[in-house]
Structures are given as C-alpha cells and as structure tokens.
C-alpha cells in the first residue's frame, strides 16, 4: 500500500515546505497537508515537483474551524462564505493538483438543529464534489471522535454512511481515520468492514496517545488485512505525533510495514 506523511502533524521540526523533501528521503510515497494556503501554491507546486512526490489530500478551508468554531460546510447562514472558499480552493487545487480535497463537516453551530446542519453539509459535500469533480480530483469527509473534538457532526461509520447516502455523487467517498474509531470504543476492523467499497482515503495513528503504530493498542496488522479483504487500493496517511523531536526516529513501523508488503 502507498504511504503519505500528513506534514501538518510530521517532520514538524522542519518549515513547512522543507518538510516535503524531508518526507522523500524518509521513503513516503506522496505528503498530504491538513491547510497548505498560507503558501503560494505555484511554490508548494516547485517544492512537490522537486522531491518528485504527489499531493494526495489536502483539506478544503475551514473558515473558523481551527479557532473552535463550526466551520462552513453545515452552517446554512454561511453559504455565502462557503461559496467563496470553494473558489479559492479550486483556484488552489488547480495549480497544487491533489488527488484528493476533504471537506470537513464541522461543529453543529449553536442554535442550530442538527438535521439542518446535515442537509447543509450534504448539500455542499455534493457541490465540492461536482466542481472538483471538474478538475478530476475527488472529495472525501471524514469523521472524527467527539471526546477529542466535542460537537463534531460526523464521528462514527454509520454517521459517514448517512453523508455518503445524502450526497450520492460517484466523486464523493469516505475519509477513515484509524485514530478516531479507536478513540471512540470503535473497533477499526468494524469500521473498515462497514464502508467496504467507499472508503476514499485512510489516515491513522495509535491509540491511546495518538502516537506511531505500536506505540498504543490497535492491532494494525488486522486493520491492513481487512482494508485489503475490502479491496481498498488508496492511500495510507501517517497522521500521528512523534514523540521523539526527529520524526525519523520515529519511523520504525514503516520498515516493519514495507517488509510486509514486499514479503
């Protein structure tokens, strides 16, 4: 399987840019970026080219997401907002050319019911997947523990099924984060099991701690086989904290995975 370095959460001892050369050398496959749009995108364009590595995802702007608040795609009253960061995302994408753009669903916003917040997110989800569709790059959501992030709409596989139901665009898939069905009491096997056949994309980290595979309890080579017993042919994304300073230092699973895949 082909093996991405989330650079928002690797290689952090690194600038943003060099992380991406640091991520070659290390033997990742391609890099994704949680919010790569405070830099040019004609230099992330350069740096990508000159460590010869894709762009596999990249998140689609979250308003005030990142500040605790709801974010855009499930907020009815911030259509308008929505509507301009889908623009500025395209104009992006289309110069970055990711494979894939994630449109987080966000917060329930206070006073807002959360039927309608979900009608909102279906209906941006299926716009975002119409105009990236365009570009041929395709949209994943992905859902996220509430005990790490309270008030997130999305947090189990059933809540994605629903989305992936409510949307019903062939460029919409699913976003399956190991981490966040363990945090929650899920059993990531399960998980997998449950979206068979619509998973877009898969990021992890160890649970408890959110650290490198084998730094917690998730057995991970059971997780691998039942993506493969689904047919999953996409993208790991090591999504982790190190915790030691060198990311590489941290890197012991990867050997461990790669003999796998070459045995």
Same mark, same amino acid.
Request: charged share 20%; proline share 6%; aromatic share 8%.
């Given at each position: 399987?082909?093996? +991405?370095?989330?650079?928002?959460?690797?290689? !952090?001892?690194?600038?943003?840019?060099?992380?991406?050369? %640091?991520?070659?050398?290390?033997?990742?496959?391609?890099?994704?970026?949680?919010?790569?749009?405070?830099?040019?995108?004609?230099?992330?364009?350069?740096?990508?080219?000159?460590?010869?590595?894709?762009?596999?995802?990249?998140?689609?702007?979250?308003?005030? /997401?990142?500040?605790?608040?709801?974010?855009?795609?499930?907020?009815?009253?911030?259509?308008?907002?929505?509507?301009?960061?889908?623009?500025?995302?395209?104009?992006?994408?289309?110069?970055?050319?990711?494979?894939?753009?994630?449109?987080?669903?966000?917060?329930?916003?206070?006073?807002?019911?959360?039927?309608?917040?979900?009608?909102?997110?279906?209906?941006?989800?299926?716009?975002? %997947?119409?105009?990236?569709?365009?570009?041929?790059?395709?949209?994943? +959501?992905?859902?996220?523990?509430?005990?790490?992030?309270?008030? /997130?709409?999305?947090? !189990?596989?059933?809540?994605?099924?629903?989305?992936?139901? %409510?949307?019903?665009?062939?460029?919409?898939?699913?976003?399956?984060?190991?981490?966040?069905?363990?945090?929650?009491?899920?059993?990531?096997?399960?998980?997998?099991?449950?979206?068979?056949?619509?998973?877009?994309?898969?990021?992890?980290?160890?649970?408890?701690?959110?650290?490198?595979?084998?730094?917690?309890?998730?057995?991970? !080579?059971?997780?691998?086989?039942?993506?493969?017993?689904?047919?999953?042919?996409?993208?790991?994304?090591?999504?982790?904290?190190?915790?030691? +300073?060198?990311?590489?230092? +941290?890197?012991?699973?990867?050997?461990?995975?790669?003999?796998?895949?070459?045995?």
């Amino acid at each position: 399987m082909k093996l +991405s370095a989330n650079l928002t959460m690797l290689f !952090t001892e690194r600038p943003l840019l060099e992380r991406i050369v %640091a991520a070659a050398a290390a033997g990742f496959d391609g890099v994704e970026i949680q919010f790569p749009y405070e830099v040019p995108a004609l230099r992330l364009k350069g740096e990508l080219e000159r460590a010869g590595l894709p762009l596999v995802l990249m998140n689609f702007p979250g308003g005030d /997401f990142l500040a605790g608040g709801p974010g855009l795609a499930a907020v009815p009253a911030r259509q308008a907002a929505f509507d301009e960061a889908l623009e500025v995302a395209l104009t992006y994408a289309a110069m970055v050319r990711p494979q894939l753009v994630n449109v987080l669903p966000g917060r329930l916003a206070e006073g807002l019911d959360r039927e309608q917040a979900l009608d909102a997110l279906a209906g941006n989800v299926g716009k975002a %997947a119409e105009a990236f569709g365009l570009l041929g790059i395709g949209v994943v +959501s992905e859902a996220i523990n509430p005990l790490d992030m309270p008030g /997130f709409l999305v947090n !189990t596989p059933q809540h994605l099924q629903a989305l992936l139901a %409510a949307v019903d665009h062939d460029n919409f898939r699913a976003q399956l984060d190991i981490y966040h069905m363990a945090r929650q009491g899920i059993d990531p096997v399960v998980a997998v099991q449950t979206l068979a056949g619509r998973i877009g994309h898969v990021q992890f980290a160890d649970c408890p701690g959110r650290g490198a595979p084998g730094k917690g309890s998730i057995d991970f !080579t059971a997780v691998r086989n039942a993506l493969e017993s689904a047919a999953y042919r996409g993208w790991l994304g090591a999504e982790y904290r190190p915790e030691e +300073s060198d990311t590489r230092a +941290s890197l012991g699973w990867m050997t461990a995975w790669r003999s796998v895949d070459q045995g």
